[in-house]
């Protein structure tokens, strides 16, 4: 498995293999499929972005939604303001990067779990603001967004017709292809100089302090760069489901993706990937296949399965080759 | 060892998700879309109980030729939920309507699901303008699908100001409300329409829910020195019920009056604030619940068909069941199929425990009338004020 | 009206005080956040309601019935925290510190529905051995029995706590874990048994502070423990995790800090959360340990 996953060629073929999901949803006649890919798939990206601070650095944060949020919210103001889509992305990704550098300054020298409730209260504190300033934000009532067809010229392609109506095709394209740039982007980064950095901060902050590495700054970037990600995130969000209301970023999704990461294996982008599939895409499977009789125990099975992946797997699903190494040795 | 549980969790999602697309028997379904669990998943399982209901009463009367079962879906009050729960539902011909979804947050996104398909949603307690007005917008696309047979929040809230304002002689309120949008536009109409009136609105505040102690806003509101006469609360009975119990515990229940919604109308009530809830004046939607026997009639035998320990009817399980039943009514008109379904429902006229329900051109229920009710704690239950 | 809302601020800080104490309980001794804790709280608030409703004949009214209340809940919540410490947690001991914090919020999901499918999705009732009416004080603040109550028992507890941790060979045992897990079990003290205590301890103040809750609000319902979790846990942390008295100080300032801003803040009410988590960023930029944290190098 580990040797399939780290083959060279291992990320496109399976962004190749990916791709085809609407294909196949299409010719089951099952279109929900392609709904949850693309739900999984911006819960892939979220996670991917938490694994920077996370993964890599060590630096515990509970309230990551909170920059989902940001991006979620800027793109929806700017698309009221008639920002064209793209740019509107863009700057809500800016917005998202530089509240999270502000906060980071802020914060960052808090160590540990001191750190995981300062950004538990920034998160509730975000969603709070979101649904007091009304005149901002529209309050409890959300916001609506115009409708954004990215990708309605593939319809002109012999075959692809039927994606010029279907939005659901078309964001899952999308947020496909930002899931295999995210991963790229971070495997490029974990092997970098950087990369290197962030781990011996994340494995002895004193040691890798006395060896000449510049420790704040790099936890200050490893924090920034990870709002990237949920940035985007939301703003894929925001165009996709065409309605951002401050309910859609609780606390427990925060949870989820910390879950997510440490199950999937912190530092592990293979690992956070299958985390990110797993839970995501199994309360979406239960939704569909469970009897009218089972579904209300949709979140007591979620919960079992999370205690047992955690006691058959403590070292996480797919386990970064480096963490692994240290542990065994 | 490892490839070997991957492959067998692999195994089991490629079953799971074939068979949740294999054969298909040809029953007719009615979708309930709902918060079946987490935080508002008591309000969920109501309106999912009325449904059944209403399939069962219609099987049980050979009115149709074929099966009717109702599906429950989940969205957990979580708007991202309820688009995913939309394409599900809309993946599978068999269902044929709507009834959901409870909160607006989840029937302003999910709404564009459906009228992708197109298949009619019918919303029991989706109450802000927006769930239906969103289709008179340049950016809709589809057909109009949404209806709803809840009052949007202006004609409570105004309802109760002219209440408060003429009947109970009431000139200064202090506004409380939930943050919610169901609560919050509530208030809102409340201190338009009473401020129109030549009220003052002495405060205007959000709670959280989850929350439990409001003593503190309740002892702001006690010391104001604009004395306000009585509290309006724009919300649920859960609140509305802690209120009233610390209005009590803060000596405020003899000097203030306490008037709220019909999401504050439930049973549930009186487990929550017991003997505090007596004397809070509650609006609702329709006409006296007295002078209207199929509304006592469904009271009865929601009570007779579910007994369980939790299983107390909910503020929205009426509208629940009227949607069903309008439901039930075009489908009879239609036969089993979206389009046609979707095309009748405009022109149905429906009789039931809420009235009369006839939808105007938004898909908004025509069926306005307020009552109001008083609670009345020693036998629990909420009878109309004359 | 001041006077009222320092009534109001004590009783609900009392309440975030006892449930912090579990929090930093536990966190002393594992640093981990015990995530389930709020759910402790919660099943222990429905076990006092089952005593009830079994024997309906000895929870009327009066100290007898508060006694049996109080004994079901706190051995309820305290033998549940020691057994999901016994399943969920200590399988994970020697793992990442993240890990069972992972398998917590599992345990918390599954307690929390469990509960809503097979007791009930609603509130339900609370019993009220104490009259809810109030009585006045000097300075025309009203206070009820039943917040007079919440203050002694809470203050009760924590005391005892105290003495416990403080006077006891067991006590000594947890300090000892607290400081050096390791070398504490080299020095012969069975290391399992005492983190089975703690958290039969912490369950057990839970469940204190779940009756408590409970009995203040009226009512009982499968999600009771989240908020005064969240709450508390901060509060915990606006102490200084790990030291009782930081978790006492943290519940009592944080209620202080919700009740005023809720109180004379306009529009203080929808923004008390925010104002409550941004003094407690304020607080620990100061004072990155906590108002009593000491500095202690990072355990990971």
């Known amino acids: 498995m580990r040797r399939l996953l780290s083959h060279r060629h291992a990320p496109a073929l399976l962004f190749a293999a990916a791709l085809t999901l609407p294909f196949v949803a299409r010719a089951i006649e099952f279109s929900f499929l392609t709904r949850v890919g693309g739900v999984v798939g911006l819960m892939m990206l979220l996670s991917l972005g938490l694994n920077m601070t996370l993964g890599y650095v060590g630096l515990f944060d509970l309230g990551f939604i909170a920059f989902y949020a940001v991006g979620a919210y800027g793109t929806a103001i700017l698309m009221r303001a008639h920002v064209p889509a793209p740019l509107a992305a863009a700057l809500a990704v800016a917005a998202a990067l530089a509240m999270r550098a502000l906060l980071g300054v802020t914060i960052l020298r808090l160590r540990g779990d001191y750190l995981a409730v300062v950004t538990m209260g920034f998160g509730e504190i975000a969603r709070l603001t979101l649904n007091n300033l009304d005149a901002w934000t529209n309050g409890p009532k959300g916001l609506q967004v115009r409708p954004w067809r990215p990708l309605a010229f593939l319809g002109a392609i012999p075959g692809l017709e039927f994606v010029r109506k279907e939005s ?14 995210a991963a790229e982007a971070s495997r490029r980064l974990e092997n970098s100089r950087v990369g290197r950095a962030w781990v011996a901060i994340r494995e002895d902050e004193t040691a890798a302090q006395l060896s000449g590495i510049p420790v704040a700054r790099y936890k200050l970037l490893a924090f920034t760069l990870s709002a990237a990600f949920a940035g985007l995130a939301g703003s894929l969000f925001a165009l996709w489901d065409q309605f951002v209301t401050p309910e859609s970023f609780v606390f427990w999704e925060s949870t989820l993706l910390v879950a997510i990461v440490v199950l999937g294996g912190m530092g592990s982008i293979s690992g956070v990937l299958l985390g990110a599939l797993l839970l995501g895409g199994i309360p979406l499977l239960m939704e569909a296949t469970l009897s ?7 979140y007591l099975f979620f919960g079992l399965i999370l205690v047992l992946m955690t006691l058959f797997r403590p070292q996480g699903l797919l386990p970064s080759a480096r963490r692994e190494a240290e542990l065994s040795s | ?111 564009k699901v459906y009228a992708r398909a197109p298949i009619a949603m019918i919303s029991p307690g989706a109450t802000t303008p927006e769930v239906t007005l969103q289709q ?101 009975y859960t609140e509305a019920g802690l ?41 609702t939607i329709g006409v006296p619940v007295e002078q209207l026997p199929s509304a006592r009639d469904f009271l009865a035998r929601y009570k007779k068909r579910w007994t369980g320990a939790s299983e107390d009817i909910k503020p929205f399980d009426h509208f629940g069941y009227e949607a069903a039943n309008i439901v039930l009514d075009a489908l009879a008109k239609s036969g089993p199929d979206r389009e046609k379904l979707l095309a009748v429902l405009p022109t149905i006229r429906h009789k039931g425990i809420l009235g009369e329900t006839v939808f105007d051109d938004k898909g908004d229920t025509l069926n306005k009338i307020v009552t109001m009710t008083r609670a009345h704690a020693k036998d629990r239950s909420f009878p109309t004020v004359k | 009206m001041l006077a009222q809302q320092i009534v109001n601020g004590l009783s609900l800080g009392a309440i975030y005080a006892l449930i912090a104490l579990g929090y930093t309980l536990v966190y002393g001794i594992l640093a981990m956040i015990n995530f389930a804790h709020s759910e402790v709280l919660m099943m222990g608030s429905f076990a006092a309601l089952g005593a009830a409703a079994l024997a309906p004949s000895m929870f009327g009214t009066g100290v007898l019935a508060l006694a049996g209340l109080f004994a079901a809940s706190m051995l309820a919540a305290g033998a549940l925290n020691a057994t999901i410490e016994r399943l969920a947690y200590r399988p994970l001991r020697r793992h990442s510190r993240l890990t069972p914090l992972i398998s917590a919020i599992g345990v918390s999901i599954i307690l929390q529905n469990a509960v809503f499918l097979w007791v009930s999705d609603q509130s339900l009732a609370f019993p009220q051995p104490l009259s809810g009416d109030a009585f006045t004080l000097p300075g025309g603040a009203q ?11 809470a203050l009760a507890l924590m005391v005892l706590l105290h003495l416990f941790v403080e006077k006891t060979r067991m006590g000594r045992a947890m300090r000892a874990c607290a400081d050096d897990l390791e070398a504490a079990g080299l020095m012969g003290v069975d290391a399992d048994v005492v983190i089975a205590v703690t958290f039969f301890v912490g369950g057990a103040l839970g469940g ?70 941004s003094v407690l960023i304020l607080v620990l930029l ?6 009593l944290g000491e500095r202690v190098a990072e355990k990971v």
């Open chain 1, 292 to 298: 009218p009789r089972l579904i209300d125990y949709r």
């Open chain 1, 168 to 181: 659901n095709v078309q964001f899952y394209f999308l947020i496909a292809a930002a899931v295999y740039l």
């Open chain 2, 243 to 283: 209120i009233l119990v610390q209005m009590r515990e803060l000596g405020m229940k003899k000097n203030l009056a306490f008037v709220s919604d019909d999401g504050a109308q439930s049973p549930v009530l009186y487990e929550i604030a017991g003997d505090a809830a007596d004397g809070a004046y509650l609006t």
């Open chain 2, 136 to 236: 008179t917008s340049p950016d809709w696309i589809g057909p109009r699908v949404v209806f709803r047979d809840v009052a949007t929040d202006d004609v409570q809230g105004a309802a109760a100001a002219r209440f408060v304002y003429s009947r109970l002689g009431l000139r200064r309120m202090a506004l409380v409300h939930d943050k919610t949008p169901y609560g919050q536009g509530i208030a809102e109409q409340f201190q338009k329409t009473f401020q129109e009136l030549g009220g003052t609105v002495t405060s205007f505040d959000g709670i959280s829910i989850g929350d439990r102690d409001f003593k503190a806003l309740l002892t702001k509101i006690k010391d104001d020195s604009s004395r306000p006469q009585g509290i309006y609360f724009g919300g649920l």
């Open chain 3, 286 to 291: 100061a004072r990155p340990s906590g108002l």
């Open chain 3, 208 to 277: 204190a502070a779940g009756v408590l809750y409970s009995m203040s609000y009226g009512s009982t319902k499968y999600n009771l423990g989240f908020l005064p979790g969240a709450k508390a846990f901060t509060a915990a942390v606006l102490g200084g995790i790990g030291n009782v008295r930081g978790a006492v100080l943290g519940g009592f300032l944080l209620g202080f800090l919700e009740v005023l801003s809720a109180g004379y803040i306009p529009n203080g009410a929808q923004w008390r959360d925010v104002i409550a988590f």
């Open chain 2, 1 to 111: 060892m490892r490839a070997r549980t991957l492959a067998a969790a692999g195994a089991w999602i490629l079953a799971a998700a074939l068979s949740a697309c294999g054969p298909r028997d040809h029953s007719v379904i009615i979708a309930v879309a709902a918060p079946l669990t987490g935080d508002t998943g008591a309000e969920g399982q109501g309106i999912k109980r009325a449904v059944i209901m209403a399939v069962e009463e219609a099987n049980a009367s050979h009115r149709f030729p074929y099966h009717i079962e109702a599906k429950p879906f989940d969205d957990r009050a979580d708007p991202k939920e309820a688009v995913n729960v939309a394409n599900l539902i809309i993946s599978d011909p068999r269902i044929v309507a709507v009834v959901g979804h409870y909160t607006s947050g989840c029937s302003i996104p999910a709404a």
């Open chain 3, 143 to 153: 206070i009820s029995a039943l917040q007079a109550l919440t203050l002694a028992a």
